[in-house]
C-alpha cells in the first residue's frame, strides 16, 4: 500500500531564516506531487506541483520554491522566511485512476510558525 | 467570485442526525467532485469521489452531485461524535485532472 511522509510535524522559525520541508512517498512509481498550504480556517492553496523528476509547476508567487530530485521525493524550500509564511503545509500525491480522475492523498502536513 | 464556495460553518448538530454539506461552483468544466474529511491538525482524507450526476452511496455517506446547478452534496447519516471535523469539497476539470479546486471546508461537530 501506499504511504506518504512528512518531516518535520512543527517547526518554529524566525523571519528570513531558510526553511526545508520534505516529502517522500512510498508504495507507487512516478506519481504527481503536491505542495499546498492551508492558513487557519481556510481551504488549500496550491503551491507547486510536478508530474516527474526535475518538473515543477509553481502556481502562486512567493519567495517559495520546489524542488524533485528524486521520482517520489518533494522538496519545498525558502531562501529568508517572511512572517506570511506561517501555516499548515501538505503534500499529496496522485496517479491516474478510473475514469481518469487523479485522486490526491495527503500527507499529514508541517504546521509552520514564523516568529 | 471564487470557483467554489462551501459553507463555513461550523455546523453542530446531535448524534444521529442527518448532516448535509454543500458546495457550489460557477466552472462548468469541472467534471470530477470529491469530499475530504480533515481533523484537526491532520492532512485531509478521501472519502467518497464521483465523476458523474446523481448519488453515490459509501456506508452513512451519500455523495451527491447536480451539474445542472453547479451543486455538490454530502449526506452523512446517523452522524456520529467521530464525524466532526473539517469537510472539504473538491473538483478537477477533465483537461487538468491533476490539480483540484478545493472549498474553503465546513466545520462540523456531532454532540454526543
Known amino acids: 500500500s501506499q504511504t506518504i511522509h512528512q518531516w518535520p510535524a512543527t517547526l518554529v522559525q524566525p523571519v528570513g531564516s531558510p526553511l526545508s520541508l520534505e516529502c517522500t512517498v512510498e508504495g507507487t512509481s512516478n506519481p504527481n506531487l503536491y505542495w499546498y498550504r492551508q492558513a487557519a480556517g481556510r481551504g488549500l492553496q496550491l503551491l507547486f506541483y510536478?508530474?516527474?523528476?526535475?518538473?515543477i509547476s509553481s502556481e502562486v508567487p512567493q519567495n517559495l520554491s520546489a524542488s524533485r530530485p528524486q521520482d517520489r521525493q518533494f522538496i519545498l524550500s525558502s531562501k529568508k522566511l517572511l512572517l506570511s509564511d506561517s501555516g499548515f503545509y501538505l503534500c499529496?500525491?496522485?496517479?491516474?485512476?478510473?475514469?481518469?480522475?487523479?485522486?490526491?492523498?495527503f500527507g499529514p502536513g508541517t504546521r509552520l510558525t514564523v516568529t | 467570485q471564487k470557483e467554489v464556495e462551501q459553507d463555513p460553518g461550523p455546523l453542530s448538530v446531535p448524534e444521529g442526525a442527518i448532516v448535509s454539506l454543500n458546495c457550489t461552483y460557477s466552472?462548468?468544466?469541472?467534471?470530477?467532485f470529491m469530499w475530504y474529511r480533515q481533523y484537526s491538525r491532520k492532512g485531509p482524507e478521501l472519502l467518497m469521489y464521483?465523476?458523474?450526476?446523481g448519488n453515490k452511496e459509501d456506508g452513512r455517506f451519500t455523495a451527491q452531485v447536480d451539474k445542472s446547478s453547479k451543486y455538490i452534496s454530502l449526506f452523512i447519516r446517523d452522524s456520529q461524535p467521530s464525524d466532526s471535523a473539517t469537510y472539504l469539497c473538491?473538483?478537477?476539470?477533465?483537461?487538468?485532472?491533476?490539480?483540484?479546486?478545493f472549498g474553503s471546508g465546513t466545520q462540523l461537530t456531532v454532540l454526543p
Open positions: 499529496a500525491w496522485s496517479v491516474e485512476g478510473l475514469a481518469g480522475i487523479y485522486e490526491q492523498y
Open positions: 510536478s508530474v516527474g523528476i526535475g518538473q
Open positions: 473538491a473538483m478537477s476539470r477533465l483537461l487538468s485532472a491533476r490539480q483540484l479546486t
Open positions: 464521483t465523476y458523474s450526476s
Open positions: 466552472n462548468s468544466a469541472f467534471q470530477y
